[in-house]
């Protein structure tokens, strides 16, 4: 009897384990089918505001080529490196996600351009995956950890997480300061689809957050022949041992596992800025470590007038 129990344990446990094995490798190949050359569409358009008197902002749109590219793909860990194509001849280096099984360690925004450090209890991430989404310099935009669903021939990962200001915003506007971003990462026939639901927020220490409006966003990933970013991928090639430096910097930096406050300037200028003389002269990773350190505060808010 107590033979037969082990046996039948050991089926279940067994059983469990391809399973899992199997629901991971349908994660990872999700992830994987964000690489590619798309054409992208961007749209914003705000929905609700609490406020009667609050004036609607105007709906923002606007199209893209982009190559994705995966510049990491281990077991546990996929990065795509993001490339934007403009008139068919310049790169720009765009976004970067990275996407960790089973991470612990994660950096929370809070605003006034400080991430929060937060470790995670194991059984709470167990079978998912954290998405960390990164600026064009590669310093912190935001992240989050959720469990890749596969159902009814869909598949997609959702998750709200805190982010600074988009790109499209945080130089036109000041009326709010912390976005929370509801995100949801779906693969489709055409390609794929960012769907957002974003809160706009008043954050302020010791109050509680206060709504300003909220927004619907798509971003529209539609594949189109690898070709069409040719210009992106020769591009890359010449640029990705700078780059490489760079991430092993900035995760000098990561590693201290501790709150994060980066200055919005130095010397006049932005990070992203900086990093061009950097790339333009092939810095080593010293002397990036030393630009990304000197914009690292050491105390929280120390930035509010630089």
């Keep these: ?10 089926l279940v446990g067994g059983a469990s384990m391809t399973h899992s094995q199997e629901k991971k ?12 050359c798309y054409e992208v569409t961007f749209k914003y358009t705000e929905t609700f505001a609490p406020e009667i008197d609050y004036e609607k902002k105007l709906d923002y749109t606007s199209k893209a080529l982009e190559l994705a590219l995966p510049i990491i793909d281990e077991e546990n860990k996929i990065s795509l490196q993001h490339l934007l194509v403009i008139n068919d001849s310049t790169v720009i280096k765009h976004w970067r996600q990275d996407w960790l099984f089973e991470n612990q360690k994660v950096f ?15 059984d709470a991430v167990k079978g998912q995956w954290t998405q ?17 669903v ?3 021939g869909k598949h997609f990962w959702e998750n709200t997480s805190d982010s600074p200001l988009p790109r499209r915003e945080y130089s036109k ?20 689809l960012h769907e957002q639901d974003n809160d706009k927020i008043i954050r302020e220490e010791g109050a509680e957050d206060v709504l300003l409006a909220q927004e619907k966003g798509f971003n529209i990933y539609k594949k189109v022949a690898d ?13 990705k041992d700078f780059w490489a430096k760079a991430r092993a910097a900035w995760d000098e930096v990561y590693e201290r596992e501790g709150d994060l406050t980066l200055l919005k300037q130095v010397d006049g200028q932005p990070l992203f800025v900086q990093f061009y003389s950097l790339e333009e002269k092939n810095a080593d990773k010293g002397q990036i470590l030393n630009v990304i350190n000197s914009f690292v505060s050491e105390k929280k808010g120390e930035n509010a007038g630089k």
């Design 1 to 10: 009897m107590k033979k037969s129990i082990i046996f039948l344990m050991l």
């Design 25 to 36: 490798e349908l994660d990872r190949k999700s992830i994987m089918d964000m690489c590619g």
């Design 108 to 122: 929370h925004y809070n605003g006034d351009n400080t991430w929060n450090f937060t470790q995670l209890p194991a």
């Design 132 to 148: 960390k989404v990164y600026q064009v310099d590669d310093s912190p935009r935001y992240s989050g950890s959720s469990t890749w």
């Design 150 to 152: 596969h159902y009814d």
């Design 173 to 192: 506007r000041s009326d709010y300061n912390v976005m929370t971003r509801g995100n949801r990462q779906e693969i489709t026939s055409y390609g794929w």
């Design 227 to 239: 070709a069409d970013c040719k210009v992106a991928t020769d591009w890359w090639a010449a640029h």
